[in-house]
Every structure is written in C-alpha cells, then in structure tokens.
C-alpha cells in the first residue's frame, strides 16, 4: 500500500460518539495524509452531545459531525475505503455490507462514554478517556508506515486495537 492518501471509515452501532471522535481525530490529526469518515450500522441520527464537547474542548472542528448509515459507504457507487475500523463490539458482531474495494477491516473496541449515566461529571470523564484512548490509537496509525509489506500493516492496525490504557 502506498503512502498515498488513505480512506478509512470508523464503524459503531450508532455513530454518535465513538466512530465520530475517531473520524475527528483522524481528519485533523491525519490531515493531508487519511480521508476519514464514519458511519453507524443503525445511526441515531444526532451526534452526542459528550461528544461533541470534547472535541470543541480540543478545537477540533465539529460542523462535519452527522450521524449516518454505513449503507452510504456500502454502495456500488461510493467511494472505496482503505480500511474500515469497527470501534464497538456490536458494530464488530454485525454482519458488515461487501464495502466496494475489499478493505482491510480491524477492530478498535472502545467502552462506549454515551453509556455513563452516573452525573454529568462521570459521563464527562468517560468522553474524556474516549478521546485520550482514540488519540492514542490515531497517532499509532498514522505513525505507521504503508509503504511496506500489506500483510505487516495490516497486523499493525489490527494490533492497535489492542493497546490499553
């Protein structure tokens, strides 16, 4: 693969928050290098609003934010992804649609923060390690070299799903 640029689509249930932060991180982080996207296997039609907070937080522009179906990235005529990401458990469980292109696919779960109903403070601290987890792994991609060997890059983005805190 070349180091040309790179589509890559972030897959969760209800591309919300998770896939969203991930798409973020990933357009401005990767700016130049990665087109990011994402998509849910059954949107929920708004982006969190934790989510969108902790990007404003880190002046990550938010106007692109829309939660929406992966069938827009499914169709014959949409532009092929590089790689496909599932960043939750029931995204990675689903049958997936044949994505145009054959992608590389990988699994990054990350705990979902929508889910913390605590206190307002507890539903902040789970965006907060959303965001730090999801940096973390989006540096380690980008860092990554694709020019070489397919097979090693792709063990590599698969084996970034499994850093830990």
Same mark, same amino acid.
């Given at each position: ?11 969760? $249930?209800? +591309?919300?928050?998770?896939?969203? #932060?991930? !798409? ?8 130049? @290098? ?11 039609? $708004?982006? +969190?609003?934790?989510?969108?907070? #902790?990007? !404003? ?8 934010? @829309? ?99």
């Amino acid at each position: 693969m070349s180091d040309a640029h790179c589509n890559v689509l972030f897959l969760c $249930t209800g +591309n919300s928050a998770r896939s969203l #932060i991930a !798409e973020a991180l990933l357009a401005t982080l990767g700016k130049g @290098r990665f087109n990011a996207f994402s998509a849910g296997s059954q949107p929920t039609g $708004t982006p +969190n609003p934790g989510a969108i907070a #902790i990007l !404003e937080k880190h002046g990550i522009e938010t106007k692109f934010a @829309r939660s929406k179906s992966w069938n827009e990235f499914a169709d014959h005529d949409a532009e092929e992804m590089d790689v496909i990401i599932t960043v939750c458990g029931n995204a990675a469980d689903e049958s997936c649609p044949l994505w145009p292109g054959h992608p590389i696919t990988a699994h990054w779960g990350v705990e979902d923060p929508a889910a913390v109903t605590d206190s307002p403070a507890a539903r902040d601290a789970a965006f907060a390690k959303t965001f730090a987890q999801m940096q973390r792994r989006i540096d380690a991609f980008i860092a990554l070299n694709r020019s070489g060997d397919k097979e090693k890059w792709l063990e590599a983005v698969r084996a970034i799903g499994l850093m830990t805190d």
